[in-house]
């Protein structure tokens, strides 16, 4: 009986520790590609485009790839990489998208969100992390679609990708972002 009671009292402290609301955050080992559907909390050290930012990652700096979100993105001397409108480039999109990513998450701790049916490493050299972030509340992924500043992007399968391509639709129609007059 006493052990009974004593195994009762355990399982309950235990159960009740947990958030079930909150997703499960697991911590990936370095050098490891983290599993479907995982999650873990890293600080953002320096963003690079509109798309694509330096975290620390467990001792090395690692490259993050928003999914699902493609911003305009310059070659070293200014060349346009991307054949996107000259009306993109005449309002400055890749720095209105850069800057907009960086209001977002520069110096703060975010949440990256490993796809459940995507991958979770991009397949060019820079073997970039490809994720979903999440800043407090906030979906980053799916602010810059929804604010104008990506393109429709599907290069990378992922668990969003309608969701995504409807705010970059209604961007578009709303005449925001990339598509200002």
Same mark, same amino acid.
């Given at each position: 009986?006493?052990?009974?009671?004593?195994?009762?009292?355990?399982?309950?402290?235990?159960?009740?520790?947990?958030?079930?609301?909150?997703?499960?955050?697991?911590?990936?080992?370095?050098?490891? *590609?983290?599993?479907?559907?995982?999650?873990?909390?890293?600080?953002? +050290?320096? %963003?690079? =485009?509109? &798309?694509?930012?330096?975290?620390?990652?467990?001792?090395?700096?690692?490259?993050?790839?928003?999914?699902?979100?493609?911003?305009?993105?310059?070659?070293?001397?200014?060349?346009?990489?991307?054949?996107?409108?000259?009306?993109?480039?005449?309002?400055?999109?890749?720095?209105?998208?850069?800057?907009?990513?960086?209001?977002?998450?520069?110096?703060?701790?975010?949440?990256?969100?490993?796809?459940?049916?995507?991958?979770? *490493?991009?397949?060019?050299?820079?073997?970039?992390?490809?994720?979903? +972030?999440? %800043?407090? =509340?906030? &979906?980053?992924?799916?602010?810059?679609?929804?604010?104008?500043?990506?393109?429709?992007?599907?290069?990378?399968?992922?668990?969003?990708?309608?969701?995504?391509?409807?705010?970059?639709?209604?961007?578009?129609?709303?005449?925001?972002?990339?598509?200002?007059?």
């Amino acid at each position: 009986m006493r052990r009974h009671l004593c195994l009762f009292l355990l399982c309950t402290i235990w159960s009740g520790c947990a958030d079930p609301a909150a997703p499960p955050v697991t911590t990936p080992q370095a050098g490891r *590609i983290p599993e479907p559907g995982a999650s873990a909390r890293v600080e953002v +050290v320096e %963003v690079v =485009d509109g &798309d694509t930012f330096w975290i620390e990652w467990y001792g090395e700096r690692k490259r993050v790839r928003l999914l699902g979100v493609d911003t305009p993105e310059l070659e070293p001397g200014g060349k346009d990489r991307q054949h996107y409108s000259q009306k993109a480039l005449e309002n400055d999109a890749y720095g209105r998208a850069r800057d907009f990513l960086k209001q977002l998450v520069a110096g703060k701790e975010v949440e990256l969100r490993f796809s459940v049916s995507g991958d979770q *490493i991009d397949n060019t050299s820079s073997k970039r992390l490809l994720a979903y +972030v999440h %800043v407090g =509340d906030a &979906d980053v992924n799916a602010e810059i679609c929804k604010q104008g500043y990506s393109y429709f992007y599907s290069r990378y399968p992922h668990d969003r990708r309608d969701e995504f391509g409807g705010y970059v639709a209604e961007a578009q129609a709303a005449k925001r972002g990339l598509w200002e007059d």
